[in-house]
């Protein structure tokens, strides 16, 4: 089993930038290609960004790319989402989450544990 813990999510400015790290325990992340996902209010779950097992590969939803900037530090079981230029309609749950298989992109059902979410909104 592994554990997934999303922080970092808060009220921003359009324009501005935040950082959202999710945290695992009950197995090192080494063993899990990473996706971030993001729901926003009356919408559809999204896959928003992946990165591979030890980092080599990412892979972003075309709306952030340029913007989000998806890494990891596997010494500390960690997985970050760096989000600059931030819109409101970046506005939304921010979820991360596990897969022992690596896509681009990950779809929902690719994932096998997932965090409880951080929130994130941008004011305009």
């Known amino acids: 089993q592994v554990q997934l813990v999303e922080s970092g999510g808060r009220l921003v400015q359009s324009g501005g930038s935040l950082r959202l790290s999710c945290a695992a325990s009950g197995r090192t992340l080494s063993s899990y290609a990473m996706g971030w996902f993001r729901q926003a209010p009356g919408k559809e779950r999204q896959f928003v960004a992946a990165?591979?097992?030890?980092?080599?590969?990412?892979y972003y939803v075309d709306s952030v790319k340029g913007r989000f900037t998806i890494s990891r530090d596997n010494a500390k079981n960690t997985v970050s989402l760096q989000m600059n230029s931030l819109k409101p309609e970046d506005t939304a749950e921010y979820y991360c989450?596990?897969?022992?298989?690596?896509?681009?992109?990950?779809?929902?059902?690719?994932?096998?544990?997932w965090g409880k979410g951080t929130l994130v909104t941008v004011s305009s």
């Open positions: 990165i591979s097992w030890s980092g080599t590969y990412t």
């Open positions: 989450a596990a897969s022992r298989d690596y896509k681009a992109p990950l779809n929902d059902y690719d994932m096998d544990y």
